[in-house]
């Protein structure tokens, strides 16, 4: 089975950092774009950032350049997002995804986030 | 950057009836575009890639149409099941974008 599930959020203060992590299985990873996407609450789905599958190339929605950074481990199969300098506006639920030829699938259930002091 | 605008925002329906959402690009994005549905406090699914294309195990009853820079996500027959929102999202290009979402109520 295709799946990707993530860890690593929780409360971190306004201007902290938090790096969130994904563990996929069931696919050939290396093969493989991701994808973190982001919804807070109440709202709808916001795209985050993706890396190709080789790590060569990333890109980010302009809301978190400098801040945000995607990376992967193809030898442990995992994602990761490091985020610093939060704000109260990055409050989400962060999903880490597949991504399959430009569709998204499968998604992870999410990992919540919650800056505040 | 392309943006995505759907409408209706909300929508309410019975079961059994056939209902349409309008996804339109500010560019043509040819056929990228992609419909989820999300229910409460779960993940997005992919229902429909490629604009027209039915995912592996999404109900007939969803289909998809359009190109360029209007698309529209059909369900023929409500289903309980059905009631969630859904969202289109447009992979022609970089930075990625995703509509405002349609809410799908029972009526």
């Known amino acids: 089975e295709v799946q990707v599930v993530e860890s690593g959020g929780g409360l971190v203060q306004p201007g902290g950092s938090l790096r969130l992590s994904c563990a996929a299985s069931g696919f050939t990873f290396s093969n493989s774009a991701m994808t973190w996407v982001r919804q807070a609450p109440g709202e709808g789905l916001e795209w985050v950032a993706s890396i190709e599958r080789d790590g060569n190339k990333q890109y980010y929605v302009d809301s978190v350049k400098g801040r945000f950074t995607i990376s992967r481990d193809n030898a442990r199969n995992s994602l990761f997002l490091q985020m610093n300098s939060l704000t109260a506006e990055d409050t989400a639920v962060y999903y880490c995804a597949k991504v399959t030829g430009g569709p998204i699938d499968p998604w992870g259930q999410g990992t919540l986030v919650i800056v505040s002091s | 950057d392309i943006q995505l605008t759907q409408s209706p925002s909300f929508l309410s329906a019975s079961v059994g009836d056939r209902v349409t959402i309008t996804c339109r690009a500010s560019q043509g994005i040819s056929s990228s575009l992609a419909w989820y549905q999300q229910k409460p406090g779960k993940a997005p699914k992919l229902l429909i890639y490629?604009?027209?294309t039915l995912r592996s195990g999404v109900p007939s009853r969803f289909s998809g149409s359009g190109s360029g820079t209007e698309f529209t996500l059909a369900i023929s027959s409500l289903q309980p099941e059905d009631f969630a929102t859904y969202y289109c999202q447009q992979y022609k290009s970089y930075p990625i974008s995703f509509g405002q979402g349609t809410r799908l109520e029972i009526k």
């Open positions: 490629g604009a027209s």
